[in-house]
């Protein structure tokens, strides 16, 4: 019996120490695409949006908080510095490249960031001064609403500011709200999943989606369902994966992952003011990485800053990961 207790002893210590550095190393990222055909993508893009137009300058505040997840996830402050580095260059961050997992990937072009770009980057929340110097706000980590928080963001949007939320941010703590929903265009979600993503581009001819292949393979965490459901005369859905029934009904259900969202866009309420970009994906720091997701997010924050969306697209391949055709 002694013995029998220690091979049990022995193999549960071993499912456990198995299952902790399965849960170390995290998920496996998809293949990425070939740069070939992520080329192709933005020269599609090139040929149907304007490039003669003026730089306007913009100030970007990258928003972020204290890492909360295991390896390889919620990692805010090396997107913040990283992504400081894409947008802002040398002056904006002290960084050697902007992937956020594997080894650095330099590109000498990191140090220029994009023109007429300047990024500031804040924990927790901006202060009055930062909102109202700001052009774009793009936040990635949960955010603590409160009647302050919600009066000062909406304030900036009414003055015609961009607001972009990733990932935990568009996940309302601690429960789902309507004001969040009237403010973002989404109140929350109440379920979540980790695992393969098939993003299906649901308005390919939005310049958000330019180009971008429809369907779309990546491994990440989703959030569902919308919670109040969506507004659908206001929110538009750029592109939704495939998820568990919604009640009452017998199939998999399609569910927002990427949405735009103009909160005094109204009959009447011209010209329009602040702009909202939802993404929900980017649970894994390899996600940043990869061109399509990232050239999604880039289009979504020119397009909220009131700029054309493919004004950050030479930012695409910098330090991204691709295959070699």
Known sequence: MAAVRAVYCLCSALLVAAVAA????????????????????????????????????????????????GPGEHDYPRWQSRWAL???????????????????????????????????????????????????????CYLA???????????????????????????????????????????????????????????????????LPPTIALVDESYFPPTPALDTQRVQVLATCQEEP???????SSQPMYWTYEPDNEPGNEPKKGRVFGCVLGHNNFTFDHPYFRLLLLRGMAWAAHEEPSRFDALTLRSASVTDD
Request: hydrophobic share 40%; charged share 20%; proline share 10%.
């Open 22 to 69: 399965s849960l170390a190393q995290g998920a496996d990222p998809p293949v990425p695409p070939a740069r070939s055909a992520v080329l192709q993508v933005l020269a599609q893009a090139r040929g149907v949006q304007p490039t003669d137009r003026p730089l306007r300058p913009l100030t970007i505040v990258l928003l972020a908080d204290k890492k909360d997840h």
């Open 86 to 140: 894409l947008l802002g260059g040398a002056a904006a961050s002290t960084e050697q490249a902007a992937n956020l997992t594997g080894a650095d990937l330099p590109d000498p072009s990191l140090a220029d960031g994009a023109p007429q770009v300047r990024v500031v980057t804040v924990q927790s929340w901006p202060s009055s001064e930062q909102w109202a110097s700001a052009d774009l706000v793009v936040a990635f």
């Open 145 to 211: 609403w409160n009647e302050q928080r919600i009066a000062e963001a909406r304030q900036f949007l009414k003055r015609g500011g961009g607001l972009v939320l990733i990932h935990s941010a568009t996940w309302t703590m601690p429960e789902p709200s309507l004001d969040i929903a009237g403010l973002v265009g989404v109140g929350g979600f109440v379920k979540y999943r980790h695992g393969p993503i098939d993003l299906t581009i649901r308005q390919p001819d939005h310049p958000i989606c330019a180009g």
């Open 246 to 252: 919604n009640e009452g009904e017998a199939g998999p």
